[in-house]
């Protein structure tokens, strides 16, 4: 069985061998979706799945050759840091490129750096309404499979969510989580609506549900307060990892994670 690492820190320095057969390692890391690696010829790369790190599916030489028309570049797909797929659909030159997303959602005039990093945001779903305590989650729950499933996307549609979107999600497990704010949760149709179809899909969702939001029926953890990284917050979490996943729940601890999650919702 394979060792989870837990702490960022003790990622920095892991290696692994592309299947190109180029060794590498991790030299900045921030989460399992935006990590940082050094080959042994400098030269660096971003990735956004810590299995495939592990597992070496990366490849140097596709990453780094450089495209000599326009031809080349059309077609390329990055995944954004969004979540969603897109796709180069016209190519005038670095800082002038349009792209489509795979909802069908299209930007244009982007630069190919943007595009290479993943900082292009859709033109109608919002980017910016993952909250810090959402995060909070994503940041311990990542490293035991859980991953994020981003609204109107292909995996949102394998999985058989009519396009709507979980905060994180194991389909190993069938297990779901939510984290709902009190502003946005204040009233609960639509969380009923989702607690629907889950439900019919066989998955088990657990909400952490902010004071003041409505009441809904399922598994819901009712923090005692909306803070950033509140105790209430650490103690559901635990909870969770404890007596649903029946893991050692050791590995949470706010205190000691607190500079290194902060640096991760101020990106």
Known sequence: MRKYITKASERIGVESTSRDGKRAQVVSYSTCENFIIRFCDGKEMKL??????????????????APRNREERIGEKKV??????AEVIEYRGSHDMDILFEDGGKRTGVSWRDFCIGSIAHPTISGGNVSQNELVLRFYLESLGF??????????????LE??????????????IEYDGEYSHTKNKDDEGKNKIVEKLGIKLYRFRE??????????????DSRFMSASLECCLKSFVRDVLKKDD?????E???????GICIK
Not at 147 to 160: A, C, E, L
């Open 163 to 176: 396009g709507k979107e979980l905060d994180l999600y194991n389909d190993k497990l069938k297990i779901a």
């Open 250 to 254: 050791k590995f949470i601890n706010f």
């Open 256 to 262: 000691k994670d607190k500079r290194t999650i902060k």
């Open 80 to 85: 954004m840091n969004n979540g969603l797929t």
């Open 48 to 65: 956004k799945n810590w299995r495939y790190f592990i597992e070496g599916n990366f490849n140097y030489e596709k990453h780094f050759k």
């Open 211 to 224: 004071p003041g939001c409505s009441g809904v029926s399922g598994r819901n953890y009712i923090l005692e």
């Open 147 to 160: 991953v994020r499933i981003p609204q109107r996307s292909k995996r949102s549609d394998r999985v058989g």
